[in-house]
């Protein structure tokens, strides 16, 4: 009995240092080939800009190009479940919002758990959003948009990026303010939800500075507030949502990014690492400063920094959106 725990001690530490050393192997080569971040909304929004703006410095000191690909729908929660599936090789990792945490209150049937589903990589950025209308809604500033919608309730329209979206929770969380009920409109981002806004096809849009902040200053789109409790230095003669009345209002986009569940530990710290080299990147950090968007500090770029917030996030969420009574089956 002895001599045959012994045998299978020692066969079990050759498996181990095998997938040690193959380990090693895989974390000496990679990557060897392009790898692709995943992002669950259209193409030239918000959440596209930060991963596309971080895929081309990654690349930098990876030696391969990060593709970005767009797969759109169900609020972003497609992205997800077809990442969670994906094979965990290292050369597919999915970049995504607050939406992650709010998922799991907000569909009844999801294809993925936040929790158990996938290795945490790092965040990234956080960013502000703020609430904007077609440029030629007659309600001048906040005041005058609370009695507006009050008034026209049944006539205006919301847009957002689907259900999971943070425009979707921030425009929630505004119509509770409010107290009314809007007619929404889902996009599958908030980079088409912009050009129908532009084009006057819908009133309202609750979006990132990342995509806002351009038209906000060249006055194609009329500004209420940013999301954040402070103004913000990217557009400082923006008042806050609070200062035109609506109290503590308070939305702020962060972002996580995630490898399929199995990613080898040692491939998840190599891409990682490039995500912080890339966040310490003056020519990122500048871009992202002029979009309003800021790094994270260092104790959220990791992958426990990851983990628990969202762990915190889907806490303070769940309760919030189960009590609103919002999902889809
Ligand atoms: N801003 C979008 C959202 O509302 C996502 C996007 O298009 O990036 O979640």
Known sequence: MMNFSRRNLIALAMIGSGLLASGLATAQTYPSKPITLVVPFAAGGPTDIVARTLAATMGKSLGQTVVVENKLGAGGTLAAGYVSKANPDGYTFLIHHNGMSTAPALYRKLAFNPMTDFEYVSQAVDVPMTLIARKDLPAKNMQELSAYVKANAKSINLANAGLGAVSHLCGMLFQQ?????????????????????????????????????????????????????????ALPDAPTLSEGGLKDFE??????????????????????SAVRAALKDPSFAS?????????????????????????????????????AGVYAD
């Open 177 to 233: 303010a409010m107290g009314v009920d809007l007619t929404t409109v889902p996009f599958s981002g908030t980079a088409p939800a912009l050009n129908a806004l532009l084009g006057g096809q819908v009133d309202l849009l609750c979006d990132q500075t990342t995509q806002t902040t351009q038209h906000i200053k060249a006055g194609t789109v009329k500004l209420y507030g940013v999301t954040t409790k402070q103004r913000i230095r």
């Open 287 to 323: 871009r992202m400063a002029e979009l309003g968007a800021e790094i994270v500090p260092d104790s959220k770029q990791t992958p426990e920094g990851l983990r628990t917030w969202l762990q915190s996030e889907i806490n303070k969420w769940g309760p919030v959106i189960r009590s």
């Open 251 to 272: 939305v702020i986009v962060w972002h996580g990014i995630y490898a399929p569940k199995g990613t080898p530990a040692a491939v998840v710290d190599k891409f990682g």
